[in-house]
C-alpha cells in the first residue's frame, strides 16, 4: 500500500508539472496576428490634443494627410486652385509609366525641347541621347524642364496628345480642378488644389519608381551619345538629410505658384501625405514641412496613454 501511495504521488506531480510546461509554452505562444497589432495615436486624438489651428505655416495653402485613416490632420485653403509649377511632372511621369512606353528607349534632346517661354536652363546639351528612365529621372528628382519636354515631345502622338492625356488621366482620378497645359508647369496654366493632389499622390503609389525616382540624394545618367555622365542632385533639400524618412518628393517654383512642395513622409511612425503652395520664403517650404513635423511629435506626447489604439492589420 505504501509503494502505491508514493506512485500515486509521483504521478500526480508528474502531471502538474507538464500541465505547467504547456500553459508557459502557450503564453509565450505569440501567434503572427497578435504581434501585427501595433499601437498607434488616431488622427482624431491628434487632432484633439495638438489643435492644428494653433500650426503656424507660411504657406498659402497646407495639406497634412494621414494615410493610415484617410484622415486629414491640417488643412488651409485645400480647395483653392492654385499654379503648381513643376509638381506638374508627377503627372507627366505618370502619364508615361501608364503608356507602356519603352523606358530603354533612346530620345535625342533637340532644340524643340528648349524653354521658350521662362528661359531656365538644362544639363541636358543639345544632340545628347539618354533612355526614357534617364529623362523620367532628371525631370523628376531635379525637376529638369528640357527632360519633361522632351518626354512630351516624344508621346505617341507629340505634345497635343500628351497634354490631353494629363488631363485625361486627372479627370479619371477626381481631379476636377485641376488642369495642364504643358508637361513642365512652366506654363500658369497648370493649375491644381491640395485636395486634386492628394489623388495624384495616391496613384503613384502603384508605381515603385516614383519613390526611387523622386527620393534619390544625387545620381548621375548618361549621354549615349558621348559616354558622358551629367550629374544632378535631388531639388529638395529634406532628402539629403537622413532625419527624413520620405517615400515620394517633388518640388515646384515659378513666380506665380510660389515654392510648392509635395511629400510622402513617415513622422513618428505615422504615414504621411504633405502638400505645401505658394510658400514666397525660398526656405519656408523646408520650414513649414519642420513645423508639421514638431507639431506632430508634440501631438503625440500630449495624448494620454489610455488613448492609444490598435493599428489595423493590413
Not at 519642420?290 to 506626447?301: F, G, N, S, Y
Request: proline letters at 3%; a positive charge; hydrophobic letters at 40%.
Amino acid at each position: 500500500m505504501k509503494l502505491t501511495g508514493i506512485l500515486v504521488s509521483v504521478a500526480t506531480i508528474a502531471g502538474l508539472v507538464i500541465t505547467t510546461v504547456h500553459a508557459t509554452s502557450d503564453a509565450n505562444d505569440t501567434t503572427p496576428t497578435q504581434s501585427a497589432e501595433a499601437s498607434y495615436i488616431t488622427a482624431a486624438d491628434i487632432i484633439e490634443y495638438g489643435q492644428p489651428n494653433r500650426l503656424a505655416l507660411r504657406s498659402g495653402v497646407a495639406l497634412v494627410m494621414d494615410e493610415r485613416e484617410g484622415v486629414v490632420l491640417y488643412g488651409r485653403n485645400v480647395e483653392r486652385q492654385r499654379p503648381i509649377a513643376s509638381l506638374t511632372k508627377l503627372m507627366t511621369a505618370l502619364v508615361i509609366l501608364e503608356s507602356g512606353l519603352s523606358l530603354d528607349e533612346q530620345i535625342k534632346i533637340t532644340r524643340d525641347d528648349r524653354d521658350r517661354l521662362r528661359g531656365t536652363k538644362s544639363r541636358l546639351s543639345y544632340g545628347a541621347v539618354f533612355t526614357r528612365h534617364d529623362l523620367l529621372r532628371a525631370a523628376l528628382g531635379a525637376s529638369d524642364n528640357r527632360a519633361a519636354a522632351a518626354l512630351a515631345r516624344t508621346y505617341p502622338g507629340g505634345e497635343d496628345a500628351m497634354f490631353r492625356a494629363m488631363n485625361d488621366r486627372a479627370r479619371k482620378l477626381g481631379m476636377t480642378q485641376t488642369r495642364f497645359t504643358d508637361a513642365s508647369g512652366l506654363h500658369n496654366g497648370n493649375v491644381s488644389t491640395a485636395s486634386d493632389l492628394v489623388r495624384l499622390v495616391n496613384e503613384t503609389q502603384k508605381h515603385p519608381l516614383f519613390e526611387t525616382m523622386t527620393t534619390t540624394a544625387a545620381f548621375r545618367i548618361t549621354d549615349l551619345a558621348s559616354g558622358r555622365q551629367v550629374a544632378f542632385r535631388n531639388t529638395n533639400r529634406l532628402v539629403h538629410r537622413d532625419s527624413w524618412d520620405i517615400g515620394l518628393s517633388k518640388t515646384g517654383y515659378t513666380a506665380a505658384a510660389g515654392n510648392c512642395l509635395i511629400m510622402q513622409a513617415t513622422i513618428s511612425d505615422r504615414p504621411l501625405t504633405i502638400v505645401l503652395l505658394n510658400s514666397w520664403g525660398k526656405l519656408s517650404r523646408y520650414g513649414d514641412a519642420r513645423r508639421i513635423q514638431q507639431w506632430l511629435e508634440r501631438a503625440e506626447r500630449r495624448v494620454p496613454p489610455l488613448q492609444t489604439a490598435r493599428a489595423p492589420i493590413s
